[in-house]
Structures are given as structure tokens and as C-alpha cells.
């Protein structure tokens, strides 16, 4: 019984944890930046024109590409989904 409720809880913190790889840039051979992201459907709109699942992966291509991307108005994303069906 302890066993299964072990392996339970850590198949439920894998999923609820999504990490972001992502390779070198510039084609060098650094490690695969990995970020713990959490599995949360809230679209942002970032300053990049592209549309990120949740502020956490948007602050993630930036630690990790070391960009500077802001979250703006949902209107600058052209596929901005429209989640709440206003």
C-alpha cells in the first residue's frame, strides 16, 4: 500500500511540474536548459508577438534564451486563444 501511494504522489508531481528544455544556443553543445514549469492553461500574450501557455513559460524563454520578452495586451497575439469565450 505505501508503495503505491509513493509511486501515486510522484507520478502526480511529474505531472503537475513541466519542464522547459531547451538546447544551447548557437548551436553549441551547453546543457538543455531545464525550468520547472507548472501545467497551467493561462495564455499570455508576449511582447514577441507569440502566445505562451502561462506567464511561467514566458519567464522561462527568457531565463533561458536570455531574452526580454513582457507579458502585453491578449489583442497584439493574433492566435491568442479565446479561453473564457468573451
Not at 58 to 84: H, M
Amino acid at each position: 500500500m505505501k508503495t503505491a501511494l509513493f509511486g501515486l504522489c510522484i507520478f502526480a508531481a511529474i505531472a503537475m511540474i513541466h519542464g522547459m528544455p531547451a538546447s544551447g544556443q548557437d548551436g553549441n553543445d551547453e546543457p538543455p536548459c531545464l525550468i520547472p514549469i507548472p501545467m497551467i492553461y493561462a495564455p499570455v500574450c508576449g511582447s514577441d508577438g507569440e502566445v505562451y501557455s502561462n506567464s511561467y513559460q514566458l519567464e522561462a524563454q527568457n531565463t533561458c534564451y536570455g531574452k526580454n520578452i513582457k507579458v502585453v495586451d491578449s489583442s497584439r497575439c493574433r492566435n491568442f486563444p479565446d479561453v473564457y469565450g468573451r
